[in-house]
């Protein structure tokens, strides 16, 4: 399963940053720790690293687009990885069929992934 690159709040009441520019293209090798991009918020410009090393793909964001935090915005993909069937992704052990994205797609219950969040905590 791919590492997320997500878009972070690098402030207390941040809600959105903007992508100033990818330092990679998509399906490029990176290794753990390399700077991916540069993003800017209303106080800081920041250099974004690679968590994971593998190949970026799925990059949904470009130079000049504003992102809600918390937000996919690119995926890393270990070698020799592929995308997971719907019988394959994280709610087949649910017995459930559902989407190995976090973004739409048809989820199982409580979303596509077991990341349990503050806000999910909450409903």
Do not use: Y
């Amino acid at each position: 399963m791919p590492k997320n690159v997500i878009m972070p709040a690098l402030g207390v009441a941040q809600e959105t940053g903007r992508v100033l520019k990818w330092f990679k293209s998509e399906g490029d090798r990176v290794s753990q720790g390399e700077m991916l991009l540069e993003v800017e918020t209303d106080k800081a410009t920041v250099e974004l690293e690679a968590v994971a090393s593998g190949v970026l793909r799925d990059i949904t964001a470009v130079a000049g687009d504003e992102v809600p935090v918390g937000t996919v915005i690119a995926g890393i993909w270990a070698d020799g990885e592929t995308e997971a069937h719907p019988a394959e992704g994280p709610c087949a052990a649910n017995g459930k069929s559902g989407s190995s994205k976090m973004t739409g797609g048809n989820n199982c219950e409580f979303g596509a992934t077991g990341i349990s969040t503050p806000k999910r905590k909450r409903i």
